[in-house]
């Protein structure tokens, strides 16, 4: 979704954390269809030009709510993972661990096996594939940290000007 993160960068930061849920409802309010559709629109990537400017007014939406609710995404996101790191630190629970396996194998699994054609595709594997990729995005930024950082450093130069 790196569309996202150059037209609605706080959006795509929310969608990415706690706050999804309002992420998508702001975009569903705007594109006046549901919170389930909203996200598979998002997830495709494919928008009209006008959806475009209706996610960039759901953009400036949840930057007021931000302001108004003295929030920071990014640092909202950094603190949730960190407070299930210690959790996990704490608590040492196989259950993360094994959720992480399981999500990875199904992952790779129906990648395998749409690769090789032993699965049929349909709208419902590939919406399977969709949530299995996302929920492995997140397990990586778990165990691995997430990529804020290079996120922020690319974002610094894409914004700067070269010099001569």
Request: hydrophobic share 50%; charged share 15%; proline share 2%.
């Amino acid at each position: 979704m790196d569309w996202l993160k150059m037209i609605a960068p706080t959006i795509a930061t929310a969608i990415g954390g706690p706050f999804g849920t309002m992420a998508y409802g702001l975009i569903a309010k705007e594109l006046g269809v549901s919170a389930e559709d909203a996200q598979k629109t998002i997830e495709t990537g494919k928008l009209s030009a006008e959806q475009i400017a209706s996610v960039q007014l759901a953009e400036v939406q949840i930057k007021a709510k931000a302001q108004e609710l003295n929030l920071d995404f990014a640092q909202l996101v950094v603190a949730d993972r960190k407070s299930a790191r210690e959790m996990q630190a704490e608590t040492r629970s196989y259950i993360p661990a094994i959720l992480a396996i399981a999500v990875t194998l199904g992952f790779f699994g129906i990648l395998v096996g749409l690769m090789t054609k032993t699965f049929a595709t349909s709208d419902a594997l590939m919406l399977m594939l969709g949530s299995l990729g996302t929920a492995w995005t997140g397990i990586i930024a778990f165990y691995f940290g997430s990529s804020a950082g290079s996120q922020a450093k690319d974002d610094l130069l894409h914004q700067s000007t070269p010099t001569k």
